[in-house]
């Protein structure tokens, strides 16, 4: 059975080259919360689950760690086999990861979790993990306290729908105590620098909700983009601007 929420499964399919140029990278900084609260370097093990493109597998391997990527969407593993070929990347999803029980130290979604927030998904996690074993959730959130930045948040906002986001909240709610401690946040200050095309309307137009959209509102949101570059003074005639966001990493502990 297919496990994987139709509005990913379409969008992401659709929208994989939109996101690798348009999604922002992970901080520096975060290197360090890897290797400190996720324990991971040479001789640590882990999967990057829900890889996408794999933007966040480029900084695991920074670790040194052994990395695995797990991607259901074929359009987007093809994209990190493409640039990471020394990576092993699996087709799986978080209800079913295609590795043994107690394969890695560490497990960790990045933009992912989210999507496949459930006790069932905790357990398959769990299984795959080894005892005392960490799970660590990351998300680059955008700064909403600027202007502009809220402005392009109020043009895909109608969209949403039932859509699973981080900013709902739902997805804390499989962490009863039972499989994991709960998530310890710690959190980074971001930027995503490069055209306004590539980080704002590329950004938007990667995200799942937008990219499954009929052609002719798909256009219109772009065009409100286009609008929003043109009129906001931070933003009209730059070449390059900086979408500012926060990076959030939490971390849980395999209980036993």
């Known amino acids: 059975m297919n496990q994987v929420h139709p509005s990913a ?11 690798e140029r348009g999604r922002p990278e992970y901080p520096a900084a975060l290197l360090g919360w890897l ?5 991971l370097g040479p001789g640590a093990a882990c999967v990057d689950l829900g890889a996408g493109t794999g933007k966040f597998t480029r900084l695991l391997v920074r670790t040194g760690a052994e990395v695995a990527a797990v991607e259901p969407v074929a359009e987007m593993r093809a994209r990190l086999t493409g640039a990471l070929p020394g990576v092993r990347a699996l087709e799986g999803t978080a209800q079913a990861i295609p590795l043994a029980d107690g394969a890695v130290d560490a497990v960790l979604c990045a933009q992912a979790f989210h999507w496949f927030a459930s006790e ?10 080894r005892p005392g074993g960490r799970l660590g959730l990351v998300w680059n959130v955008r700064d909403e306290s600027v202007p ?41 200050p971001h930027q995503h620098a490069g055209s306004p095309r590539d980080v704002i309307v590329d950004r938007s137009l990667s995200v799942s909700f937008i990219a499954n959209l009929p052609a002719a509102d798909k256009a219109e949101v772009e065009r409100r983009l286009l609008e929003l570059v043109a009129e906001s003074p931070e933003l009209r005639g730059r070449e390059t601007v900086a979408v500012p966001y926060l990076t959030r990493a939490f971390r849980c502990v395999r209980l036993d």
């Open 9 to 19: 499964a379409r969008g992401f399919a659709l929208a994989a080259e939109a996101y």
């Open 35 to 39: 290797t400190g609260e996720l324990a």
């Open 120 to 129: 069932e998904a905790l357990a398959e996690i769990r299984r795959v993990l």
């Open 148 to 188: 502009w930045v809220a402005a392009m948040t109020a043009i895909l906002a109608p969209f949403e729908g039932g859509t699973p986001r981080f900013h709902s909240g739902l997805w804390r709610r499989p962490f009863t105590g039972r499989l994991f401690t709960g998530p310890e946040e710690t959190s980074f």
